[in-house]
């Protein structure tokens, strides 16, 4: 075992059986195959890559290859508020995903060169994205007990609240 940000984590040389016996109680289960691959100190989870680097728990954004980044092109009917939001939203949400803040700033970067590539100009993109970091420094600054005096908790933002899809008839 090897201690990882406080947490205890199994050693893959020493438990490389313990590994394989899970392996296979995960194959043997009906109606499910599973792809097991080795251990390691790097993973993928939906748009996060989660890392062990010196002993530290480290984040940063995760962007599918295959991703076609089909951003609102410049001449959209949407309203600006929802370009605008756009911009706000992923430079906080890449803000919030790295854990280095190099490795955010190159997110950002990424994500303007893919509105350029989509025909925005950089005299248009230029004063949001200044807005966007600004805005995301103020919200990522304040404790969790100055976002829920503003009525929002920060540890509660980009959740979705649970809705009954189901007819009455059927939930009840």
């Not at 929802?82 to 995903?97: A, D, E, N, P």
């Not at 970091?133 to 829920?148: R, V």
Request: hydrophobic letters at 35%; proline letters at 7%; a neutral charge.
């Amino acid at each position: 075992m090897s201690l990882v940000s406080g947490f205890q984590t199994p050693d893959p040389v020493q438990d490389s059986q313990l590994w394989s016996d899970f392996c296979k109680d995960m194959d043997s289960c009906e109606g499910l195959t599973w792809k097991c691959e080795a251990p390691s100190k790097k993973v993928n989870f939906m748009d996060l890559t989660i890392s062990i680097v010196n002993n530290k728990i480290e984040t940063d954004l995760y962007e599918k290859e295959l991703n076609l980044y089909l951003y609102i092109p410049p001449h959209s009917s949407h309203p600006r508020g929802v370009f605008t939001g756009l911009i706000s939203g992923q430079v906080l949400r890449i803000k919030r995903l790295s854990s280095n803040q190099l490795n955010a700033a190159a997110n950002i970067r990424n994500f303007q060169a893919r509105l350029l590539a989509r025909g925005h100009i950089p005299c248009n993109l230029n004063p949001l994205f200044k807005r966007a970091e600004e805005n995301a420094q103020e919200y990522l600054a304040k404790s969790p007990a100055e976002h829920e005096e503003r009525g929002g908790s920060p540890s509660k933002a980009g959740r979705s609240t649970t809705t009954n899809l189901l007819p009455p008839s059927i939930s009840s």
